[in-house]
């Protein structure tokens, strides 16, 4: 008996799925379902595979106020941001870091900008799949904060998911930066934009750039 995971995995739990797969023409196989499968939800059967670092929960934060008709950091500060290509690996992890980056050196926390390590979140969230994703739109903010990640530096990227790793690519020891806060501010664009200028005014290390979530790093 063999299970199919591929196309039909979201909905692999339903008997119509099930009936569909069991009418294909010339099957050398018989589609079922597993018992300890029978029943659960997809987010169910992934987490018995794959452990959460823990639990993160965002409350929302609705920001009110006048914010003008535009306004971009690449103006702003253009030595603080970096558009990185992700390839083919880890798209999740490089729009949670870039900002996180970005935002460093726009608060000044750093006095030029500095790269952070994707491939370290990516080998290392064990609440994500590596290369292929990550199954939660809080996870990566979880991560910084709870876990941090090192420089570029450090940890290359490598685009493979691989092994987490216990030091730097040059055996030198690991240090870790995170994130103090985030906040959901994605209730509405005026929200979004208060956020934006927030950061503009008062240089706290705040953006509405990853996931709509604003990141304060310590």
Known sequence: MFVVMQSFAKEFHSQTVLDMLKNIPDLTWTPDIPEKFRGLSEEHVRHSFIPKIGSFTNEKTHLIGA????????????????????????SWAFSSVGPFSDNRCISGEDAKRVTYSEQYMISCDKGSDGCAGTYHI???????????????????????????????????????????????????????MVQIIIASEDQRLRDAGSFCFGLVSQ
């Open 67 to 90: 914010a003008p008709d535009s306004f971009s950091w690449i103006e702003e500060k253009p030595e603080c941001i970096l558009v990185r290509d992700s390839d083919s690996c880890g």
């Open 138 to 192: 809080s996870q990566p903010q979880y991560f910084l904060q709870k876990i941090g990640v090192p420089t570029d530096k450090c940890v290359s990227y490598k685009q493979v998911t691989g092994k987490c790793p216990t030091s730097c690519d040059d055996k030198t020891p690991l240090v870790l930066y995170k994130s103090s806060k985030f906040e959901d501010v994605c209730t509405n664009e005026e929200s979004i």
